[in-house]
């Protein structure tokens, strides 16, 4: 359904589970960046009047995985770390060239959220199917979900507003990207890395 053409090495659950108050803190930044992230969207493209309702939608949900994030990191007796660099997705932002029409770079950064949120869900997937604490495997299952129905919904708008042919082009072409950039990454207990 995800569309990832390399899919992560099982062995990355190994160690999430040996820093899970690492992986619970960038996947908290994570939220507050994806958050961040359709706030920009309404901010630079107004006139799209769906867009921005789901923008706004979606900003309120990422804060409120933020808080649920957090609340793991208390509960658990840890703290909120210092946010740190995303080499995936700074990666993954200099796949498209820069420059072009302003629809042009929405639709590129349409493109790039709905392939962090696939990304995520398999990660999410991959948690809630592996790791040995079962309370946090239910946390998983449940974004999981959440993470799925982001990474449609950013895709669609993609399609909806560029031309289709040419969008599924640069999907194809931004997944096959994405699958090089992926061997070199998931050895640390990041979301994405």
Known sequence: ML?????????WVNIV??????????HAY??????????????KFPEKVDLVQSMTALAREE????????????????????ERKDEYVVALHKFFPKGGSRNTHMIHQLLVAA???????????????NIADK????????????EANH?????KFAREYGDRAEVDQKWEDLLQYEAELMKELGKKE???G
């Open 30 to 43: 994570c939220e507050q960046k994806a958050a961040s992230m359709a706030i920009s969207l309404i901010v």
């Open 190 to 192: 990041t979301v994405h």
């Open 17 to 26: 589970e040996k820093n899970i108050a690492e992986i619970l803190t960038d």
């Open 135 to 146: 309370e946090l495997a239910e946390f998983y299952r449940d974004l999981m979900v959440s």
């Open 63 to 82: 804060m409120a995985h933020f808080k649920m994030v957090h609340d793991w990191i208390i509960k658990r007796g840890y703290e909120l770390g210092r």
């Open 3 to 11: 569309g990832l053409k390399l899919p992560t090495d099982p062995r």
């Open 115 to 129: 392939l962090i949120e696939a990304r995520s869900c398999e990660r999410f997937r991959l948690l809630s199917e």
């Open 151 to 155: 990474y449609t919904m950013f895709l």
